[in-house]
């Protein structure tokens, strides 16, 4: 069995609020955005502050705060849609500032919005397997940069953040042990979701150029593309199922289960999904209107956010679920101690 230690998380200072980007649209009204999203405003990373800075800061926060003995870190994990550099993994930069030890493994994996719970299920996989004895998970994105400041369907939803979890596979000090998960993907999704320029199959033309072989065509700078009628029938069909196939496999009940900690992506999507699950409010908390939708920094900022509000309580049983763009989805079981 592996074991939460603890959480950190990190937001950009910069704030965007719907009133600023009502300034920036005439046309589009603050309220109007906010009575949709449930957001009123988002953090944005600045100018050459991206995902990895964000996520070395809760990352250097949180092994501080729990006087961890970094040299004992077996793998450090990082799950971006928006590293640093095409290559060489940000994990790996990340891993000379935090000083971990040459004998501690560093890689990325790319996930969104379900990342955080792969990332656990692939750290209790390591654990479990006797590869590692702790592993340290970031995740963190910086949509922002992906998106068009006029477009109405993605400037409004996403914002920028990343946080830091410390998983091991001793039950000294923590504060929840992990159990079960279910994952899933379907990639007829894709499209659905997708930033199409910036990497190999649609290329920039400086190196090309350099090389002396023929450029690709002139091109767009990077754009994030989201088709929100069919993200939303996605997730209506597959999260309510993912958790029943959960749930099949703990051999519970809906309501065996305290708190339903979903990937904060828009007030009115968890909504709809609270309503077709039949759950109360009280145990799916929504908590998205000063940060927005941060991708795979969404569930442990959550998980911190009702920690610190005591939301959190000894021996709840929790369900955490992340979905979006691949498509991919996963469920996993946490049980909360402290």
């Known amino acids: 069995m592996a074991y939460l230690r603890g959480i950190d998380c990190c937001v950009p200072e910069t704030v965007l609020s719907n009133d600023d980007l009502a300034r920036l649209n005439p046309g589009w009204r603050s309220e109007a955005i906010y009575a949709k999203t449930g957001i009123r405003s988002r953090r944005v990373a600045a100018a050459g502050e991206t995902a990895a800075d964000l996520g070395y800061r809760a990352a250097e926060s949180l092994l501080a705060r729990l006087d961890f003995d970094r040299g004992s870190i077996d793998a450090l994990l990082f799950c971006t849609e928006s590293p640093d550099y095409p290559l060489p993994p940000s994990a790996c930069i990340m891993h000379e500032r935090l000083k971990l030890p040459q004998s501690c493994a560093a890689f990325d994996f790319n996930l969104g919005c379900s990342g955080f719970v792969y990332g656990l299920w692939l750290a209790n996989a390591l654990i479990a397997s006797g590869a590692a004895h702790n592993v340290l998970l970031v995740v963190g994105d910086t949509y922002s940069k992906y998106c068009s400041p006029h477009d109405l369907v993605t400037a409004t939803i996403f914002g920028d953040g990343a946080a830091a979890v410390l998983i091991t596979a001793s039950d000294r000090n923590a504060v929840a042990s992990l159990g079960p998960a279910v994952l899933g993907t379907d990639g007829r999704g894709a499209e659905h979701l997708i930033v199409r320029a910036g990497a190999a199959r649609l290329h920039g033309t400086a190196c090309a150029s350099a090389c002396g072989v023929q450029p690709a065509p002139p091109r767009q700078p990077p754009a994030l593309f989201m088709n929100g009628p069919e993200v939303f029938s996605f997730t209506l069909s597959a999260v309510p199922a993912g958790i029943q196939r959960l749930l099949d496999r703990l051999g519970a009940g809906w309501e065996d289960i305290d708190l339903y900690l979903l990937h904060q992506a828009n007030r009115f999507m968890l909504e709809q999904l609270r309503l077709k699950m039949k759950l109360p409010p009280e145990k799916m908390p929504i908590d998205i209107e000063d940060l927005g939708n941060t991708v795979s920094a ?33 469920m996993m079981y946490l049980e909360w101690r402290q």
């Open 298 to 330: 969404t569930i442990p900022i959550l998980m911190r956010r009702c920690e610190l509000q005591g939301v959190l309580k000894p021996n709840h049983r929790c369900i955490l679920a992340g979905f979006g763009v691949g498509y991919s989805w996963g």
